[in-house]
């Protein structure tokens, strides 16, 4: 939105007879414009701030101070690209965020919403009242795609695609603790001179993956930060506050009875056999309801991950089940390219998928130097966005160790052809074989890390993981913290009859 500028006018009857007096009316023209100019300043923050304000709404001193600061930042031109806007959980950062969006929107602004996940970007649509379409994920506004290394994350180019920051005035920026600094970086090359990104977010949760840090999107200045908790009316909240609130060497409070409280309670379980057979209970029964989100299991591992889902897959299917199924809900571990086109990225990574149909076929692939097809299935997976059915392929498990010996073979010759001076082009072969298969795995349970920016009904933390992940106290308290925060309505973890931390 471009505001007018307004021009000095000379006082009615005004006569430079003089010099003097000529540099007198100069100067009352321009404390004239100066007023003007502040006077709409003025006028356009107190709309900002009572379109903010719903019937019945009374904004603390904090939220006032966030709403009007944010709509005086994003009025001024020449004072930078990013602010930052933080609040922990209970702090009506949520609340606050859509009434941000709905006062810039009723000064005039065209206001865009952008989250890491698509899960994310759900929970942001849901807060701001919008359909999840009005949203989109960082990497697909800058038109990139994740690409994950063993030691690294990057941010590749997508082909086809585009950055559209300038679609918008204002992009609001969700679970902005996430953004790595190499996404920042490529926001800040994509950014015009118009453009104005708020990222929100949490201190308190993850740092990025592989960074360590509090993400440097959420110090940009200016700053408005939220810190009191405003909710007290559940058992999951006080947890989550208490945890984020403990120092030193402890990471998190004890868990000795369960709380139940109004509208959120924690459940402890006697052992780690209780707790199991709970949530496979609950995955039983909302298996039937085809009722996805109303519970997850948060562990810290891949390795306890991959063990959890395998148990809960073989008590809703049985033991005898073949490992794709009809109905079946899988997420994608990485980025799944199209099975007929490797340069078409059908899904980024952590898309949760229903299986539609599914084929076992025979592929072969040319890295199979013994002329043996790899035993694969087709399936036919969508999205609950609303998407098209797309084709993909999966390796079967019984032939996951066999593409793996190819694969670290394709491997062994890249490093060999780099240096011979083939270059990039030396890993063709082994992309081509990588690319060719989905990794994808079942959906009931998965890292803090990738839970981070969801909502679900029920959330079973699988403490002992947690505890014992490396990065010392601080790492875990964020870990517990950020695993408690995923629960709208129950926490369920296993009791500590007495914890020493």
Known sequence: MKHPQLRGIDPDGANASSISELLQHQQDAARIEQIQAETLRDAADELCLQASKPVGFQATSEQQSAISGIAAFCRQSGVGTFASFNGPAGSGKSTTSRLIRESLINAGYT??????????????????KVNKSETATFASLLG????????????????????RLDENDIWLADEASMMH???????????????KIIFIGDQAQLSPVKFGRVSPALRCTPRFDLTKVMRHDGAVLDAATAIRQTTGSKWRIPFT????????????????????????????????????????????TNDE????????RRHVYGRKA??????????????????????????????????????????LHPACTDGKPFLSWELITQTDDGEPPRKIRAIDPTHEGRMQVFLKQLRE????????GSGQHAWDDFWDLNDSFAQLQPYWCLTCHKAQGSQFRNVFIQGRDLDRAAGGANERRRLW?????????????IADPEVKL
Request: contains cysteine.
């Open 413 to 420: 010759q890249a490093f060999e052809n780099m240096q011979r």
């Open 322 to 363: 073949a490992p794709f199924l009809v109905g079946e809900r899988v997420v994608t571990h990485s980025g799944v390219k199209a099975s007929d086109d490797h340069t078409e990225l059908i899904y980024g990574s952590s898309r949760e998928l229903l299986i539609r149909h599914a084929t076992p076929v025979e592929f």
């Open 111 to 128: 206001v865009g919403l952008c989250a890491p996940t698509h899960k994310a970007c759900q929970v942001l649509a849901d807060a701001c």
């Open 305 to 312: 991950v991959n063990r959890l889902n395998a148990g809960i």
């Open 481 to 493: 913290y950020t695993a408690a925060t995923r629960a709208q309505r129950a926490v369920h973890v």
């Open 181 to 195: 600094p190499k996404l920042l970086k490529y926001i800040e090359e994509a950014a015009d001179f118009w453009t």
């Open 144 to 163: 990139l795609r994740e690409k994950k290394t063993k030691d690294e994350v990057d941010f590749v180019p997508q082909p086809g695609s585009k950055p």
């Open 257 to 300: 009875k369960s709380i139940i409280g109004d509208s959120s309670s924690i459940f402890t379980y006697a052992d780690k056999k209780e707790w199991q057979h709970a949530f496979l209970e609950m995955a039983a029964e909302h298996h039937e309801k085809d009722d996805p989100d109303a519970f997850r299991v948060i562990a810290w």
